[in-house]
């Protein structure tokens, strides 16, 4: 009796070891792959945000939109974005007026305008269209250098203000 109950506590070990190295799959540890579909090709940097006082905020790994065309489309064709991803859109100067617009979303996001100095200077919490809505009426106005876009709610989730710093290399 005490055997077959060292062999069961045994293999419960092993399987529970081997089922938390292969993960869960559910993007909540980074192991979902990003980016995917229609952005499989794009260049990706990993972009942190720092505190005024250098301290780490989070990370994601973004794919980058610096042209016209990828600006444009911005995520409209993804599905999701996993909790580690997002996308950097880089203009080659600092815009006065930019205004960025949820068009043919299925899923929320938050939307950070960043200046040339790399700093944060507006932050919008955007959620998805409603029902039999496009996205064009969702409209988010800012100015900068740099807009970073990430999983909705991330910047609450991470502690991100207005004033904090992003880390990235291009």
Not at 89 to 107: E, G, I, K, N, Q
Not at 115 to 131: K, L, S, V
Not at 148 to 170: I, K, Q
Request: aromatic content about 8%.
């Amino acid at each position: 009796m005490r055997r077959r109950r060292l062999l069961g506590l045994t293999a419960a070990a092993t399987l529970g070891a081997a089922a938390g190295c292969l993960g869960t799959g559910d993007g909540g540890g980074g192991d979902t792959a990003w980016p995917t579909g229609t952005y499989a090709d794009y260049e990706t940097t990993t972009v942190t945000v720092e505190s005024p006082e250098g301290d780490s905020r989070g990370s994601v790994t973004a794919a980058i939109a610096d042209t016209g065309d990828k600006r444009i489309l911005g995520l409209s064709d993804a599905e999701s974005l996993p909790e580690d991803g997002g996308m950097l859109f880089v203009y080659d100067a600092p815009r006065d007026s930019l205004t960025y617009v949820m068009r043919r979303m299925s899923f929320g996001i938050d939307i950070v305008y960043v200046d040339g100095d790399r700093t944060i200077t507006r932050i919008h919490n955007a959620p998805e269209p409603g029902p039999n809505e496009d996205g064009e009426a969702q409209r988010y106005p800012g100015s900068g250098q740099y807009v970073l876009e990430l999983p909705y709610e991330w910047t609450d989730r991470h502690g991100v203000e207005v004033g904090d710093s992003l880390v990235f290399e291009l």
